[in-house]
């Protein structure tokens, strides 16, 4: 273990990233790059950090900030619920804890959206506490270098991996030891193809001496992904502006943006709708974690798709109304065909 700690320890000084999360022991500072980072890569997420960390220096003004600026901040990032949970416990701060952190693992694990892994982060980066984070990045290391077989979503597999994490802790320096073993995992321990001629501790890494470095780690397969066919009516005002509903709770993209909506059970009861129909654009796609959605924007005078609270919004007005990335690629490739200007 205290070879394996030292070896991480020595790569981290020479290789690691200048990020400027890195230069702060601010909780908030710290807990905004960890919610950004979350299922986002570091090239991603630091311009969204520079952006909150600018419009935001301090929970409070991040918390009487409305969630629709918020969210039209988060806008282009994805998994909108991260942009609403970081809003509600920034509100949480003000209103709970005085604007104040707690500085504790466990008092951290109460804030909404925080997990055993963003309380790890916060705990230890910010309050040097000896909290052993596990991430990707950090599961990858362990199970390829102890040779770690029990996949790493599962409850055994965590339970395992929890208990290696914390062992092999510098409890002297946690903060220092999180942010080297993730960064290795990030760099030199690469999810595919690692250099592992160039890696420090090749010798003794299981993985590499039993050629399991492509098998390992190990994880249980995903949900299957649901399928979703939408069609989105286009409709227009005398200003040529267009309708736009806020979609609600419990479902995708709450919060956000988008115009009137019919959905389909299933693909061939939304090809009997769409005969006839005035198509801009084709067939859409849009990925998410475990939806598939196949989408097309017709042009339509239903009225009967307004409600109470459709808006009318041309391309300006939309600029305050944070909107669902699919919408945003339809305007992006045919918003000049439907506004004038
Ligand atoms: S030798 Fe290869 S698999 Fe083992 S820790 Fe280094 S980079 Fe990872």
Not at 23 to 43: C, F, G, M, N
Not at 214 to 230: E, G, S
């Amino acid at each position: 273990m205290q070879e394996l700690r030292e070896a991480i320890q020595i790569w981290y000084q020479s290789h690691h990233r200048d990020l400027p999360w890195r230069h702060t022991k601010d909780p908030y500072a710290i807990w905004l790059s960890e919610i950004i980072l979350q299922q986002t890569r570091v090239e991603q997420g630091l311009p969204y950090y520079l952006k909150f960390i600018h419009n935001y220096p301090q929970v409070q003004q991040l918390a009487m900030a409305s969630q629709q600026e918020v969210l039209n901040l988060w806008q282009g990032l994805g998994y909108y619920s991260r942009g609403r949970n970081l809003h509600t416990t920034a509100q949480q701060i003000t209103t709970d804890y005085g604007n104040i952190f707690p500085n504790t693992y466990q008092g951290l694990l109460q804030l909404k959206g925080v997990g055993p892994y963003t309380a790890a982060a916060i705990a230890s980066f910010a309050f040097n506490q000896p909290h052993a984070v596990l991430d990707g990045n950090v599961f990858r290391v362990l199970s390829r270098y102890f040779g770690v077989e029990e996949p790493i979503n599962s409850t055994v597999g965590k339970d395992i991996f929890e208990a290696l994490a914390q062992e092999l802790l510098d409890t002297k320096n946690p903060a220092q030891h999180n942010q080297a073993i993730m960064e290795f995992g990030a760099l030199q321990c690469k999810p595919v193809s690692p250099d592992c001629s160039a890696c420090p501790i090749l010798t003794t890494c299981y993985a590499y001496r039993e050629n399991q470095v492509a098998n390992l780690p190990v994880k249980l397969k995903k949900a299957k992904v649901k399928k979703r066919y939408f069609v989105y009516h286009l409709i227009s005002n005398a200003q040529q502006q267009l309708a736009y509903h806020r979609r609600g709770a419990k479902d995708i993209w709450e919060g956000l943006f988008e115009f009137p909506l019919t959905e389909f059970a299933d693909e061939s009861q939304m090809k009997i709708y769409l005969s006839g129909q005035k198509i801009i654009g084709g067939r859409f796609e849009h990925l998410l974690t475990h939806q598939r959605i196949e989408a097309y924007f017709i042009i339509s005078s239903e009225r009967s798709q307004l409600t109470s609270s459709s808006i009318f919004l041309d391309l300006a007005g939309l600029e305050d109304h944070p909107i669902p990335r699919l919408i945003d690629k339809f305007l992006i490739a045919h918003g000049h065909e439907l506004f004038s200007g």
